[in-house]
């Protein structure tokens, strides 16, 4: 059971946010049912991605660039956005379904000052010669993907996964395999997938005008299944690995009681889980390099933080756990005091639930907020804006109403 005050509320909010979304694109070479996006612009060009970058550093203060799409690898500047954001002294890392990925553009990627990458894979993507395949089949993608970054070096990497209704059980597949590639994934996430209905919803725009919310890729005819919850994700979760724990959370925009980010980090080994970070651990890092940067933290340079990682013990219940288990692994395993200890992040992001007045739950200090005509706006309701000029407020359908 998840309890806020046994958690860090991450002090993220709009102008201080280690995140800073960017699309290039909104073209893509896959489609994903979970996805937000349709294409309407196609590619942004290098002088307006340039404004943005500048414009983010001025009003966001990021630690990373996340270098979101449509598919940003097939934008034909890519490797020079990189660069640039490089130059302007932020991480830039790639939210890719690593569809076109190359050892050959990895490499050109990395030379251009890449931090990472943030690789979405799950089963419901409709990839060329992966359909109907399980989350546990489609670990031998991610395998190949962290075999390749991992050969290259030196970068960064986490697996996405939209969790479905129908998906759920398949949880811990993903969570075993990640726990045998301490070395090689520094993080795994789990997104609740949500959707909108016409059979059951009408939508009104910012002037109360009903809209046609079938021109929103995120909506669909009809969906009877339940939805899953982060609290929900966090629970199979820990009943696949008990060593894992929660340690920072963002609640919602609207309830009190929603989890919208929830976030933890193990503590492991190779092929070995030790425990996690706590509460306490997670203030430090957040406090400690903000006072160092000026930024709060998002994405770790390295997941191979060492047995100093142990030195918060005193103040931190969970590290002192995690030490006590490494040190009777010690004890049954001498030579496993030679091999280095990682961190690998377990993030779960619960979409944006639909309230009965219309309105939206959103994450509060929402860390994916891209731009759209000179203003800030959430990325997963972006399309909003480009179809009906803001957000939309969704009502449950009458009998009584009569479309328009």
Known sequence: MLEKKDYYRL??????????WIEVTDICNIHC???????MTGHKSLEQLKEEVLFFKKWRNPDNFSIAGGEPLIHPDII????????????????????????????????????????????????????????????????????????????????????????YHEIPDIVRWGQEQFEKVQGLVFITYRTMTLDDSIGTDKEDHQVDLSKLSYVRDSFDEKFVTGPEVYQIIK?????YEASGYLGGSIRHDSYKWTIGALIGGKNRVYGSVGKKTMELAQAGHHWFTGRYLAYLSTAKIGPKIFLVGPWDEEVRKAWKNRAKDILRHPSHLFESVNMQSIGIIQAPDLLPDGRADMCDSCPDITIYEGKFVNSCRMDEYRQFGGFVSVLEKKEDVISS
């Open 80 to 167: 020079e956005l990189v660069a640039f954001m490089k130059e302007q002294g932020v991480k830039p890392v790639i939210l890719t379904n690593a569809q076109a990925l190359t050892p050959e553009l990895l490499h050109e990627l990395k030379k251009a000052g890449l931090a990472g990458f943030t690789m979405h894979i799950d089963s419901h993507q409709n990839r060329p010669n992966w359909l109907n395949k399980t989350e546990k089949d489609l670990n031998e993608l991610r395998q190949k993907y962290a075999d390749m970054v991992y050969a290259e070096g030196g970068l960064y990497l986490v697996f996405n996964s939209t969790v479905y209704p129908s998906t």
């Open 33 to 39: 049912d979970g996805c937000y996006r349709q294409h």
């Open 11 to 20: 002090p993220w909010s709009m102008n201080d946010n280690p995140i800073a």
């Open 239 to 243: 009943e696949t690995c008990p060593e």
